[in-house]
């Protein structure tokens, strides 16, 4: 009965104190001054907790879990404690009455008060708040700070950068930004600010230093090819003046645009002035008297050049750097990269026999055709063709009588008037004889400008050239090893050979010394019985002059040549094989005189080395002689033909060989020069020399045109 009535007194106190701090009545800091349970405190603070009671109580004082004070039977108590270290504190203030307990917590976060001890850049590698950055460079920030942080960021520009006491600043224009380091703490925050002023840098054509502060918004143009590239930038709102023959895009037509006078000596100074451009750009073309005088009258000149593909991306891109549009720039340049790498990798593929060789004309009836250092050659290389022009220097007439010896695959017409460029070349009684004319293989540039304008559309010019070379490649030959046994005899062979030079260029030749320069230019002669398809006459008045062509047009940078006698084909023919094999040409002369025509190949070509094939009899000495005036001079050559084929050979440690009889052989020539295999020839007298150096080499034997004892002799001795 005691038990219950003391479980009922002690039911009816708990109803009378509440269910909520019914012992405590409230409670108090004195940091804050109210009864606030969460206090951020700087390190060294003291702290009054305290709390009053609904009526006399025990409490007990406990700083994270640890005892620290006890007051028994009192209305109210507190608790002073000094913060001296920062961190997380937990005081509690547990008061009891009856067996009931209450407990007030307060939860003190101690920070470190925020200061910022330092901070600098090492741009100026001081603590400076302007300066000036050149763009292309980074700039480093460092804020060495104190206390508790709660977080730390960079603004630049009013957007979020980065988080933290460092930043490196690599601006992707060039401008002016304003730069924020923002600290947060506790309950208080700090910030710097830094104005960086970013200027550009840029070296022109000339060697002249540009330096930019902001986007040009005025801009003259004064060639084609840099209003395009203008354009292609995104920067085509700011043309403000352009030469008269600035045309692309099309939307120039529609542009409030003025005029300025030609190219180059028409330029028109006084009109630029008058424009007030804040920037000119200069092409090439442009005379440098004229830049420079625009440069004396304090106007902003950007020189451009584009000799190739390479510097045209590269004015792209400095254009677009100059607009502060350099990703659009990239854009502009990353799509011509892929589009000339999908091109080289087709060309880079292809063997040089599947090359077509391609003539490109812009005039009528001058031929007018661009050799080196023209985008005209450059391209054709560069999709997969051969320039039947590249060894001309720049823009140059080509004579008919060279195009018929190139006798192209290939005919493109370019030029205002293209289509009537190429049907007058179809309707020439000579050049209509061209193979290009005859199959049908003779294309129109839709637009001279994508192979001639330096420009962005370059690559349309090159994809231009790539799609009429793929559709025109030389088909791939038949299998061309013949040379599978240890004796084979030209009857074995014949068949093979007539279907490889189906697929080849052959001609009709009534010369044979013009034989061997016509191999060498990668044509072929007609061979009775097995050329079976129509050939091309070749009309070769001055053979010494056709040598010295090939050898200019097709060789032109060989450092070594071949001299052999030009009245007598023997020689020449034993060697083609090495010409092949060396990539040189072979020159023509007489016995004992060199022809004007001759020397003034050999002055062209500036040799290191001249090889002459003979003995002294078929090239003499007074012609040795002269020759070493003009490079180092080395003879091979015996007392006859026989000796001076197997010379030739023992050069090449062949292990093919053709050998033929002591008369000349048009068809060992063709073989010679398809395989690189050099020609020996044999004759009763002087098989002994032969059979021993077959003896020596022991090479696979063809024989051409020889007598059955002959052939029967050597095959026994081997």
């Known amino acids: 009965m005691v038990m219950l009535k003391r479980a009922v007194l002690f039911f009816v106190v708990l109803l009378a104190l509440g269910s909520t701090y019914g012992l405590v009545q409230n409670w108090n800091n004195s940091y804050t001054g109210d009864n606030s349970t969460y206090l951020p405190v700087p390190v060294n603070t003291s702290v009054n907790f305290s709390i009053s009671l609904n009526q006399s109580q025990n409490v007990t004082w406990f700083l994270n879990t640890t005892y620290e004070s006890h007051d028994s039977n009192v209305n109210s108590s507190s608790f002073i404690y000094n913060f001296t270290g920062a961190g997380t504190y937990k005081v509690d203030a547990n008061s009891t009455y009856l067996n009931v307990s209450e407990n007030v917590p307060w939860l003190v976060d101690v920070y470190q008060p925020l200061n910022i001890v330092s901070y600098f850049n090492n741009v100026t590698d001081s603590n400076s708040t302007t300066f000036n950055l050149s763009w292309g460079k980074s700039v480093y920030f460092n804020v060495n700070r104190s206390g508790t942080v709660v977080n730390e960021f960079w603004v630049v520009n009013g957007t979020l950068a980065y988080n933290g006491s460092t930043f490196i600043f690599s601006p992707e224009k060039y401008g002016w930004y304003n730069i924020t380091y923002i600290l947060n703490g506790k309950n208080s925050s700090k910030t710097l600010s830094w104005g960086v002023e970013v200027y550009l840098k840029v070296t022109d054509a000339l060697n002249n230093t540009l330096i930019f502060y902001t986007p040009p918004t005025r801009i003259v143009t004064l060639a084609p090819s840099v209003t395009e590239d203008l354009f292609a930038v995104g920067m085509g709102k700011s043309l403000?003046?352009?030469?008269?023959?600035?045309?692309?895009?099309?939307?120039?037509?529609?542009?409030?645009?003025?005029?300025?006078?030609?190219?180059?000596?028409?330029?028109?100074?006084?009109?630029?002035?008058?424009?007030?451009?804040?920037?000119?750009?200069?092409?090439?073309?442009?005379?440098?008297?004229?830049?420079?005088?625009?440069?004396?009258?304090?106007?902003?000149v950007l020189a451009t050049k584009s000799d190739n593909i390479s510097e045209i991306m590269s004015?792209?891109?400095?254009?677009?750097?100059?607009?502060?549009?350099?990703?659009?720039?990239?854009?502009?340049?990353?799509?011509?990269?892929?589009?000339?790498?999908?091109?080289?990798?087709?060309?880079?593929?292809?063997?040089?026999?599947?090359?077509?060789?391609?003539?490109?004309?812009?005039?009528?009836?001058?031929?007018?055709?661009?050799?080196?250092?023209?985008?005209?050659?450059?391209?054709?290389?560069?999709?997969?063709?051969?320039?039947?022009?590249?060894?001309?220097?720049?823009?140059?007439?080509?004579?008919?009588?060279?195009?018929?010896?190139?006798?192209?695959?290939?005919?493109?017409?370019?030029?205002?008037?293209?289509?009537?460029?190429?049907?007058?070349?179809?309707?020439?009684?000579?050049?209509?004889?061209?193979?290009?004319?005859?199959?049908?293989?003779?294309?129109?540039?839709?637009?001279?400008?994508?192979?001639?304008?330096?420009?962005?559309?370059?690559?349309?010019?090159?994809?231009?050239?790539?799609?009429?070379?793929?559709?025109?490649?030389?088909?791939?030959?038949?299998?061309?090893?013949?040379?599978?046994?240890?004796?084979?005899?030209k009857s074995e062979i014949r068949e093979k050979l007539s279907k490889i030079l189906t697929y080849k260029p052959?001609?009709?030749?009534?010369?044979?010394?013009?034989?061997?320069?016509?191999?060498?230019?990668?044509?072929?002669?007609?061979?009775?019985?097995?050329?079976?398809?129509?050939?091309?006459?070749?009309?070769?008045?001055?053979?010494?002059?056709?040598?010295?062509?090939?050898?200019?047009?097709?060789?032109?940078?060989?450092?070594?040549v071949i001299i052999a006698r030009g009245d007598l084909d023997v020689d020449s023919y034993a060697a083609i094989s090495l010409a092949k094999k060396k990539g040189i040409p072979i020159l023509l002369t007489g016995s004992q005189q060199l022809p004007q025509v001759t020397l003034n190949a050999i002055k062209d070509l500036k040799l290191k080395k001249i090889i002459i094939v003979g003995g002294n009899n078929a090239v003499g000495n007074e012609v040795s002689e002269e020759l070493s005036k003009y490079a180092e001079t080395e003879r091979i050559g015996g007392a006859t033909r026989v000796e001076t084929s197997i010379d030739i050979a023992k050069k090449m440690k062949p292990d093919n060989v053709i050998i033929t009889d002591y008369n000349s052989s048009t068809e060992a020539a063709v073989l010679s020069s398809l395989y690189k295999v050099p020609v020996v020839y044999v004759s009763q007298n002087k098989l002994n020399l032969v059979i021993d150096f077959l003896k020596a080499y022991k090479p696979k034997v063809l024989f051409v045109d020889v007598s059955p004892s002959v052939k029967k002799r050597i095959e026994d001795e081997i």
Request: charge should be positive; include cysteine; charged fraction near 20%.
């Open 506 to 560: 052959v001609f009709e030749v009534e010369n044979s010394m013009a034989v061997a320069p016509l191999l060498l230019s990668n044509r072929f002669p007609v061979i009775p019985g097995v050329v079976k398809k129509k050939a091309t006459r070749l009309e070769i008045k001055d053979v010494y002059r056709y040598a010295a062509t090939v050898a200019l047009s097709h060789y032109f940078f060989a450092k070594e």
């Open 240 to 300: 403000v003046g352009a030469d008269p023959y600035s045309d692309y895009p099309p939307e120039i037509s529609t542009m409030n645009i003025t005029r300025v006078g030609g190219l180059t000596y028409g330029i028109k100074t006084e009109v630029i002035v008058n424009l007030t451009p804040d920037l000119v750009i200069a092409a090439k073309i442009n005379p440098i008297m004229k830049i420079n005088k625009l440069r004396s009258l304090n106007i902003t």
């Open 315 to 489: 004015n792209i891109l400095t254009i677009g750097k100059i607009g502060n549009k350099l990703a659009l720039a990239r854009n502009v340049t990353r799509n011509m990269t892929q589009r000339i790498d999908k091109v080289e990798r087709f060309s880079s593929s292809l063997s040089s026999i599947r090359k077509p060789s391609v003539f490109f004309v812009v005039w009528y009836p001058s031929l007018w055709t661009g050799g080196k250092g023209t985008y005209v050659n450059n391209l054709i290389n560069m999709a997969g063709g051969v320039n039947v022009a590249g060894g001309l220097d720049g823009w140059k007439i080509i004579n008919k009588e060279v195009l018929i010896s190139k006798n192209p695959d290939i005919i493109i017409c370019s030029g205002g008037m293209g289509a009537t460029v190429c049907s007058n070349i179809s309707k020439d009684s000579v050049l209509s004889n061209l193979k290009a004319v005859k199959d049908n293989k003779m294309y129109v540039v839709p637009d001279p400008n994508i192979v001639n304008r330096p420009g962005p559309r370059i690559v349309d010019g090159l994809d231009f050239f790539y799609n009429i070379i793929k559709q025109n490649l030389i088909p791939t030959p038949p299998e061309n090893t013949i040379f599978t046994g240890k004796f084979q005899d």
